[in-house]
């Protein structure tokens, strides 16, 4: 009898252990932040990445995004792909671009002063499949705008905005290289 007043006890606990596990591991792959490997599409014949550094062609040059670019790109496509980075043109897929374009534009006047400003940055990247005999290279250019006030200087906004412009750039390259959109 003891032993059943002990099972009792234990099944409510490993009843609600079982759905809170079940209720996390959900959340963790359903999550709009969580990047899904099922909608990657790499042709199977495709082994090898050479990401090429990201020049700055941009009137204003930002001397960390690029090498941060270039850097969180070859991490991205490693880390979520099945391709090896190598540092050789003759890569499966062989991905160079440049930064086309940063400036800074008024975005909002409130009592006929300047309240925020916004910094654009646009990047052309070009994707040369060499597995393919006769594939054209893709090319495509992705810009992403980011807001700050007008009480910053330029370089304060880009050392708070640094990090967020890499990511979003960063995932638009990926998207636009792998995905099926």
């Known amino acids: 009898m003891e032993q059943g007043k002990r099972l009792q006890v234990f099944h409510p606990f490993r009843t609600f252990l079982l759905a809170a596990c079940t209720f996390f591991l959900a959340g963790f792959f359903?999550?709009?932040?969580?990047?899904?490997?099922?909608?990657v599409s790499i042709p199977a014949?495709?082994?090898?990445?050479y990401v090429r550094y990201i020049d700055n062609k941009a009137r204003y040059i930002n001397p960390q995004l690029s090498p941060q670019l270039t850097d969180k790109l070859r991490q991205k496509i490693v880390s979520q792909t099945k391709l090896t980075q190598v540092n050789?043109?003759?890569a499966d897929y062989d991905i160079s671009g440049f930064v086309s374009q940063y400036d800074v534009t008024t975005s909002a006047i409130s009592g006929q002063q300047v309240a925020s400003n916004r910094l654009t940055v646009a990047v052309t990247i070009r994707l040369v499949?060499?597995?393919t005999e006769g594939e054209?290279?893709?090319?495509?250019?992705?810009?992403?705008?980011?807001?700050f006030s007008a009480t910053l200087s330029l370089p304060?906004?880009?050392a708070r905005l640094m990090d967020e412009m890499?990511?979003?750039l960063t995932d638009e390259i990926f998207n636009r290289i792998f995905s099926e959109w």
Do not use: L
């Open 30 to 39: 359903s999550g709009c932040k969580i990047y899904r490997f099922n909608q």
């Open 88 to 90: 050789s043109e003759n």
């Open 136 to 147: 054209q290279p893709r090319e495509f250019t992705i810009s992403r705008s980011f807001d």
């Open 45 to 49: 014949d495709i082994k090898t990445v």
């Open 166 to 168: 890499i990511r979003n």
């Open 129 to 131: 499949d060499n597995k």
């Open 156 to 158: 304060q906004a880009e």
